[in-house]
Every structure is written in C-alpha cells, then in structure tokens.
C-alpha cells in the first residue's frame, strides 16, 4: 500500500478517542474499519474498547456502535444482523469487536454458537492477552509464564495459551484468519477478503498493550512485528475450516522467543527453563502449523 | 370467527404469528417448549413472517432479541423458570436500552431441587428489571395479551413480559377465538418504532455513561411505566372494537357486601372466581399488570368498596420476608387512610389452590394481628 492512497474519507476512527497510549486496539480497530467501511454496523462488548470508543453521546467512531453486555456479543451480532436483513438494510456489514475475554472465555458460548450457525458477520477479536480493562487479570488468552493481577508474583499464568484459531476451524467457517498491526497491508487485505466472503467469519488480532505487558508505547509496532518473526504468532489463514494458507515467509520466523519476551515486563519473573519450555512450545505449534498450511502456499506472501 | 381447542402455549404462538413478527430467538425449556415449536412448525409452513432461529441458551435467545430490535425488528421470545433466571443481566439490558421485546415467561418453579409446577417466583424475581409484567388466567387471554403487549410495548419503548402458569395455563387445552391475520392488523400493524442502530449514521448506543445520566434515564423509563396503565386502557379499547373483548390491568369482582378481598395472579385467580359464590362476601381482585404495579388503582378500588381484609394468593415465596405479591400490596396500601389488613397465603412450589383451602384461609387463617401468612399445607 502507498502512503498516498490513504486518505482522511476512509477513516472512520477519529482522533481524541480514549485510548492508552500505543494502544494496539486502537490501531486495530482503525485498521479494521477502514477496511471493512463506511457501511458499517459495530457491535461491541465490554472490553477496553468500551471505553476507547468515548462517552455517548460523544464517539470516536464515525459508524453506529451496538454496545452489550459481556458475554453475548456472538448473539447480539447474530440479531442486528438478522434484524437488519429484515428492514431491507442487506448490505451492511456487521463487525463483532470483543476483546480476548470476550472471545476466548465469557464470549466463547456466544461465538461457537454463531459460527455453528454460520450467522452473516465478521468476529474481530482484538487479543491483548488478559482482562486489560479490568487491569490485567488472567484470561484463558494469556501466555505461559506471564505474570498477571491474578498471578502476581511467584505466581505465573499456568496452562498454555488456548488455541482459538483451531477451534474456530473445527466450527469449518468460511474464513478464519490471524493478523497483527505490524503488518497492515496484510491485515487489509484479509478484512476486505473477509467482507466478501458470506456467512460467519473470524479475525483474530494481536494487540500489544502497553500498560498490561509492562512495555513502552513506542514500542507497540516493534513487539507487533517481533509476535511474528519469533513464530509466537503466525500470520496464516483458514478457508472452510481445512484450507491453511501462511501468509508470511516460511523463513520469517528468524528470532529466539526470549527476544519477544526479554521485552515485556509481564515475563520478567520467567527462570530459562520456562522460557526453554514456551520457546519448545512455539517450535511444535508452529510445525504442527508447518504440515497444515498448504505446501504450494508455504512461500506466499501478499 | 373460528373457535378452537388450543393450549395456552399454542395461544401464545399463534398471537405472535397473527401480530406479525420479524425475528422468533427459540431456546427449549419446559414448560415453554410448545410455545418455540409451535412458532417452529409455522416457520416449517411458511407462515411465520419473519425468521426462526435456534440460538445456543435463554441468554443468548435474549441477546439476539436485542440485536434484532436495535434494528427496528419486532421480536419475540419464551422462556420459564432457569431460562429467565439465566436471561437475567439481558434483561436488565433490554430495558435500559429501550427495546420494546415482548417475551412470553411460563412460570415455572426455581431450583434446587428441580421442580415443574408453576411458582410465580421466577417473573416476580425479575420484578426489578424495568421490565413490564402481565398476568394472564386463560388461553384466550394468553392470545389477546400477546397481542396487546406487542402494541403497549412499542408505544412505550420498554419491553414487556406476558406471563402465565406452567400446565394449568400452558399445557391446559380451552376453546380459544383466534381471529385471521387480516382481522388482528386492523389493531395491530408492522412495527413503526425507530431503529437505534442507523448504517451511515455514527452512534454510540448504549456505551459508557456517568450516574447522573443513569438517574435522568431511570426516571424517564420509570415516568414512561407509569402511562402503561392509562395507555392500556386507550389500547384495550381499540382491543375491544376489533375484538369485541377486553381486559384491564386489574379485573375485579367485589359484592356489596364483601369486606374481605381475595387477591391473586395468573391461574390461581380462575380458581378463586369460580369459588367466589361459596365464599360468603368476598371479592376477588385478579392482578394481571404487575409492573408498573397499579397502586392507585387498586387502593380507590379497595378504598370505594371499603375493604377490611385482603387475602393474597402467592404462589411464590421470598425466604426470609413472605409472598411477594403480598410484599407490594401492603406497600401500594400504606398510604391510604384505612389500608385493610394484608394476609397472605403461600403456595409456593406452585401448589394447587384448592377451594377448601381457600375456604380454611378465610375461617381460620386470619389471624388477630394486622399482618400474616399461612402456608398452603397447613390449610388443606
């Protein structure tokens, strides 16, 4: 994408939302919403984005937002979207915006259930790996060996990471897919290939957090990329719940894990044997993704 | 028009199809089930209007209930008992956030233990939901009251909950009138209420607001409850020149010479009307709008007839203080000048009220003291 091909109309998040600084959710969602507007309908549980999006009746985004309430985004979704197919109003794209609580723990029911029925609309969770709205407690997205507000120190989060994108797969959806800030031509373009495509869709965002991961707001972008060329989070994509594309190079995954984890306070209490057991983690997911994807894709970027 | 042997549920279904309906969220729980199916079986026909979709809890029927009605969309939904109970921070919601839903609850009791027969205590405990309440005592009053819901609902943006006893209501089989489609439009159209979510138009729905805007939003739902029964009564006429029925948010029959007064909800209240000529000088108030609770009504009611005793039926329970349709009647009475005494019998587990309970209550069963309950197996 040239710099020049962005223009101020395709924005629809504003400036003087109440984002922490380096918020990687705010990015997202400006990313997400120029992919996916201008029509467009939100609908957003309680996250931090029930907060980024501003006090009504002010708001940062220039699209209606349907707030509810925690657990029943999958189903509110569900409804607008059925609803707004009953007033004649099919063309409207529907978003579901919840954060990694909202998705992978009290929204999970929610979500299975819309993605089993194949409801018409796009699940965007922004994935900053804990309750970070509540002030970083541990949620079923949270990493091994982070330390949290319900893991303090000598504590750490026990249990790997759940693994979201194979379970929204073996629901066979049309189109899942994984992205992060870093990469947001690649994010576009799996939005807009997203939007074409009918019934239930899934995008799974990384979304650093400064305040949450002990890290420095400039450094949102950095640990963004770092997510990725360590192989902690592949960039990849599944089509009907069989088709597994890469859609980074195969030889990206180039950095130690302990490069993205030195970085982050949250796993400064982790000893080398942890650090050696989430690294070996990674390592097997990442071949277990390796004999997934498609061997003709494995090369393919953008 | 064509009389049929309907049940209670079916009565409901059919209502909602003849009102006409843009979106059924159906989850199954006894003894609502037959409610859903029925809706279903229309879908399965072509009938139905709008569209049937089995969501994955009660909550989640409620959730789409609501994302449906942001759109503008008429809506319905069913449930009873652990269904209401698990819907209950939606429900909370669907009225803050002004969705006029109409939701049919079939009382049914809470658990533990697990039990089916009809404790109010299920709706009554949504009592605090801003939710508006409706009793009813009949199959035909199931089909009119949907339908009645439906057009109180919308003209008041609050949602609304038609509420009648599970089996003696639901399951019960009653020769119900059920006019054609063409006949119900002339009281009740296709929705005309606003869409809150408006594509093009940003809007930020029901996001984050501070207390002082809650209060002011409180007091204008609690201001807007309170025309629902002067606006019931506009709408019950209307019922009343296509239908040729009509209902009010109190029914009552009060003798000349009664000075006492039996006060009840939903079936039980069919039981006492059929007693009442046994029961020497007594009346019967059947309470069918619970919320908003017609307070003023009742008293000038009571007041006019200058009623001594109230008896109240309460087929629920609220350990620790009582019934609690007792509970609100002594608190609706205090502040007239001869408030009657407000007795109160509990059948809670939705027991049967039998006449010779009924009879036992009114010898025996009111005490000296001004305030009392008797349970319903020590008056058997």
């Known amino acids: 994408m040239k710099i020049e091909e962005l223009n101020r109309e395709s924005e629809l998040l504003y400036s003087g939302h109440n984002a922490c600084p380096g918020c990687g959710a705010a990015l997202a969602v400006r990313y997400l919403t120029r992919a996916l507007g201008p029509n467009l309908a939100l609908v957003l549980t309680a996250s931090c984005w029930s907060i980024i999006a501003g006090m009504p009746p002010l708001t940062a985004l220039k699209c209606p937002i349907l707030h509810c309430p925690f657990p029943s985004a999958g189903s509110v979704g569900s409804g607008l979207k059925r609803g707004l197919n009953a007033k004649g109003l099919h063309d409207t794209t529907v978003v579901v915006l919840a954060g990694d609580g909202g998705t992978f723990d009290i929204g999970l029911q929610a979500l299975s259930g819309a993605a089993q029925r194949n409801e018409d609309y796009i699940f965007v969770c922004y994935d900053n790996e804990a309750y970070m709205n509540t002030g970083m407690q541990t949620s079923s997205a949270t990493p091994y060996g982070a330390r949290t507000n319900t893991a303090p120190y000598p504590l750490f989060k026990e249990g790997q990471k759940k693994d979201i994108m194979q379970i929204m797969a073996a629901h066979s959806i049309p189109y899942a897919a994984t992205a992060t800030i870093a990469y947001p031509e690649d994010m576009e373009k799996k939005l807009k290939k997203a939007k074409e495509i009918r019934g239930f869709r899934f995008i799974h965002i990384l979304s650093p957090c400064p305040p949450g991961w002990g890290t420095e707001s400039a450094d949102t972008i950095h640990l963004s990329r770092l997510a990725v060329t360590t192989g902690f989070f592949p960039l990849y994509e599944i089509e009907n719940g069989s088709t597994w594309n890469l859609t980074q190079y195969v030889d990206e995954k180039i950095a130690p894990l302990s490069d993205y984890l030195g970085q982050q306070r949250r796993f400064n209490q982790m000893d080398a044997i942890r650090i050696k057991a989430l690294q070996e983690e990674v390592d097997r997911e990442w071949e277990a993704l390796m004999k997934r994807v498609n061997a003709e894709r494995r090369e393919n970027i953008f | ?380």
């Open chain 2, 1 to 380: 028009m064509p009389f049929e042997m309907i049940s209670g549920s079916q009565a409901a279904a059919i209502a909602v199809q003849r009102a006409g309906v843009d979106l059924v969220a159906a989850y199954p729980i006894t003894p609502q089930t037959a409610i859903v199916e029925t809706l279903a079986n229309f879908a399965a026909e072509g009938i139905l209007g709008g569209e049937f979709v089995s969501l994955e809890s009660e909550y989640a029927a409620l959730a789409c209930c609501n994302g449906a009605s942001a759109a503008g969309s008429r809506v319905f939904t069913a449930t009873s008992s652990h269904g209401l109970a698990y819907m209950h921070e939606m429900i909370h919601w669907c009225s803050g956030a002004r969705f006029p839903i109409v939701m049919v609850n079939v009382n049914r009791t809470i658990g533990a233990p697990w039990c089916l027969d009809p404790d109010q205590g299920d709706s009554l405990s949504q009592r605090d939901t801003g939710w508006m309440q409706i009793y009813c005592s009949g199959a035909q009053e199931v089909f009119d009251t949907v339908l009645q819901a439906f057009a109180l609902s919308e003209e008041l943006l609050l949602p609304c909950m038609v509420i009648f006893d599970g089996f003696y209501i639901s399951h019960t089989y009653e020769a119900v009138d059920i006019p054609e489609k063409e006949v119900v439009s002339r009281f009740i159209g296709p929705p005309e209420f606003q869409a809150q979510v408006k594509p093009g138009f940003p809007g930020n729905l029901h996001g984050l607001s501070t207390g002082e805007m809650q209060l002011k939003l409180v007091k204008m739902r609690h201001a807007d409850m309170l025309r629902a029964p002067t606006l019931f009564t506009d709408i019950n006429k209307r019922f009343h020149e296509v239908f040729g029925r009509s209902y009010n948010f109190i029914e009552a029959v009060i003798p000349p010479a009664a000075k006492t007064v039996i006060l009840a909800a939903g079936a039980v209240s069919e039981t006492v009307r059929w007693a009442l000529p046994e029961l020497k000088d007594t009346g019967l108030i059947e309470l069918r709008m619970f919320r908003p609770f017609p307070t003023e009504q009742i008293c000038s009611l009571l007041e006019a007839h200058d009623v001594e005793k109230v008896v109240v039926i309460d087929r629920n329970c609220s350990v620790g203080v009582g019934g609690i349709l007792a509970q609100e009647l002594r608190a609706a009475v205090y502040g007239m000048n001869r408030p009657p005494a407000v007795y109160d019998l509990i059948l809670a587990g939705g027991v049967d009220l039998t006449v010779r309970m009924l009879e036992n209550m009114l010898e025996s069963g009111l005490s000296e003291t001004r305030v009392g309950h008797k349970w319903g197996d020590d008056m058997q």
